[in-house]
């Protein structure tokens, strides 16, 4: 069973750093992309950006770019995505799936609240 | 950029009734579109890829039509389990991978 289990929810305050993580299980982890979506409070989805574990392939969308990281570890079946320097605007929902263009199975979704 | 526009924003259907949501795409995105169902607090899940496709596990109600810009997510006879915000997304055009707006299906 294709699974996508993701770190427990977390609260931080402007300005700190944090990372997020995203085990992967069932499946050959290094041959299908992760991607990282966001949801702001009562919003849409935006896809952040897309990793490839195999080989730590990234591409990030243009509004995230230079905003977060997004990185693997092929050894542990795990991807990250992390922020150097928090901001309020950053309270939301972090989902990662698998992608093959499209998002066939997901993770439960990490909430990141950022306030001070 | 492309654009992906969803319309109704909210739809009112009857359960055991046809509900018909609508998605069109700024330039085209040939059949690189998926359809997913998100309820109140869980993650989005996939319906559609390919945009006629079911994924796995989803029942037959469900079907999905169009190409190139004008996409269209029916639900054939509505079950209560069914009230949900649906989205479309394209992935023919990178970057990045766009979602529409959503469409709110609710009970009338």
């Known amino acids: 069973e294709v699974q996508l289990v993701q770190s427990g929810a977390e609260v931080k305050k402007p300005g700190e750093s944090l990372k997020i993580s995203c085990k992967g299980s069932?499946?050959?982890?290094?041959?299908?992309?992760i991607a990282w979506v966001r949801q702001m409070p009562g919003k849409g989805l935006e896809w952040m950006g897309i990793?490839?574990?195999?080989?730590?392939?990234?591409r990030y969308s243009p509004s995230f770019q230079g905003q977060v990281t997004m990185s693997a570890d092929k050894s542990i079946s795990t991807a990250y995505l992390q922020w150097s320097s928090l901001k309020a605007s950053d309270t939301a929902m972090y989902y990662c799936?698998?992608?093959?263009?499209?998002?066939?199975?997901w993770g439960q979704g990490t909430l990141v609240t950022v306030s001070s | 950029e492309i654009v992906m526009t969803q319309s109704p924003g909210t739809l009112s259907v009857s359960p055991g009734e046809r509900a018909t949501l609508s998605c069109r795409a700024s330039?085209?995105?040939?059949?690189?579109l998926a359809w997913y169902q998100q309820k109140p607090g869980q993650a989005p899940r996939l319906l559609i890829y390919?945009?006629?496709t079911r994924a796995t596990g989803i029942p037959a109600r469900f079907s999905g039509s169009g190409s190139g810009t004008e996409f269209t997510l029916t639900i054939s006879s509505l079950q209560s389990e069914d009230f949900a915000v649906y989205y479309c997304?394209?992935?023919?055009?990178?970057?990045?991978?766009?979602f529409g707006q959503g469409t709110k299906l609710e009970i009338k």
């Open positions: 990793i490839y574990p195999g080989d730590s392939d990234t």
């Open positions: 799936a698998r992608a093959s263009g499209y998002g066939d199975y």
């Open positions: 390919g945009a006629s």
């Open positions: 069932g499946y050959s982890f290094t041959s299908y992309w």
């Open positions: 997304q394209q992935y023919n055009n990178w970057p990045p991978y766009i």
């Open positions: 330039q085209s995105v040939s059949s690189n």
